[in-house]
């Protein structure tokens, strides 16, 4: 998929809550350290993962689905496969009214999820990763494109 950087950051500087579907409690896993990212940067992080439903991650509460949040929604990060996609679309547009974008990880793509959330009026993003998006536009990308801190090498 080809976005303007433009559209991808005025995306990413309106939205200010993000529910991030399939986050998991492990910080080795790119979902963990993708939202803990996300919330360092000041968006609340909504985790949402069943089998982590109740505990505590980045100040917030884990629900089980995103029907269970309360309060408006601006983006929908998804970490699951494709298949899945299509469900978490009809639950986020049916749940979270108000809600103005998808976003599909790096990997995760559903033409027919996106065209029916389009369709509702929703921004959609696939197979990109907002934390490597916002580093990016953000200028904060270093060495090989990671955010790292400084590396010295001894000879």
Request: glycine share 10%; with cysteine; aromatic share 8%.
């Amino acid at each position: 998929m080809d976005y303007a950087d433009a559209y991808l950051k005025e995306i990413l500087g309106r939205t200010k809550r993000i529910a991030v579907v399939g986050v998991s409690g492990n910080p080795v896993r790119p979902s963990y350290f993708v939202a803990r990212y996300l919330s360092l940067k000041g968006f609340e992080v909504v985790p949402v993962n069943p089998k982590l439903a109740g505990e505590r991650l980045f100040g917030g509460t884990v629900v089980g689905a995103l029907s269970q949040i309360e309060g408006p929604v601006d983006m929908v990060d998804i970490f699951r496969r494709s298949e899945a996609v299509p469900e978490i679309v009809e639950e986020a547009l049916a749940a979270l009214p108000g809600l103005r974008t998808i976003w599909m990880q790096i990997g995760v793509m559903h033409a027919q999820a996106t065209e029916r959330a389009e369709a509702a009026g929703v921004d959609v993003i696939q197979d990109r990763c907002p934390k490597i998006e916002y580093q990016r536009l953000f200028g904060e990308l270093r060495m090989g494109g990671f955010a790292t801190g400084v590396i010295s090498s001894k000879l």
